[in-house]
């Protein structure tokens, strides 16, 4: 039996075993997909992969009771349980959790990319009866361009703010979005990128894993020497004021965008770290689960979209 947790996530509860995937777990095992903040979850007996945890400690300073699970590697929690974290393709660390109870087996996917990012692979091809699986952009409407496309605009849009003489300046997700764009720059431009507390302690733990990124903390001699020079690119979890003597451009980078510019911005990107409806319907025929449980955004139309397909789907939530 599959219900929502007290504070999100999904609990299940099964011939008397009992786990908990985003969510504190009453008792039982606990699963932490990623490190994003609405999926993290403290209690004990949680398990994450050794990456989510190192960013779980370095960005939102949890110590919590994680214990490590490598990726592929089956770990038998009882007689009849085992659990096995593979790659879902969404940030550093992030995993999908197929259980196998007695037989039969259910994938929780967390949030899932299916296309290769600068810094992350895509997600993993999964064998499993169940499916419980995201569907943030389960709408035809969020069909994102190729990413290179997306990345060539982004790199264009810099170079026409800094020729008006601008700072340009990019919101993004602490955890991903912001070492995407990092990895952009360091790769095809000379740019020094500052970025703001959050997310260095976030770049610092994908170095620390293996993720080569170059950039400076704010608030450091270094960076008010780069942004007073002139030419340098500027990322933030937030908007925030930037100490430059020169204008600053905000852009922000989401799949949202997909539907055009958004209010605050001088420009917004369609980059995501989630799949969109076509990834998302690829990955369900590909895998071709028995039945399958959507969750998050368009989980309604998502259902619909894969019963019409022939599927056995219910929203979860
Ligand atoms: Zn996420």
Redesign the pocket.
Known sequence: MLRPGRDGGVVLSVKGFSAAFDTRPQKGLGFV????S??VAAGRNVLATRETISLIRRVWQLSGGYKPIPYRQELRVSDSVSVKALNSG??LG?AMFRLDIGGESLVYT??INTVPTLTTNPAEPVDADVFVI?TTYGHPDYVFPPRHETEAWILKWVSKTLAEGALPAFKA?S??KSQELIKLFNTYTSLPVVVGKTVANASKTYVENGVKLDFIRSGTRDAAEVLGGGEAVYIDSQVRSVPVHRRVKWATVTGWAVKGRLEGFDAAFPLS??ADYRGLLNYVEENRPRKVYTIHGFSQLFAKTLRLRGFDASPFT
Do not use: K, L, P
């Not at 997909?33 to 994003?36: K, W």
């Open positions: 997909s990623h490190a994003h609405d999926h969404h940030v992030s967390g949030d995201e997700y955890i991903g770290s989630h």
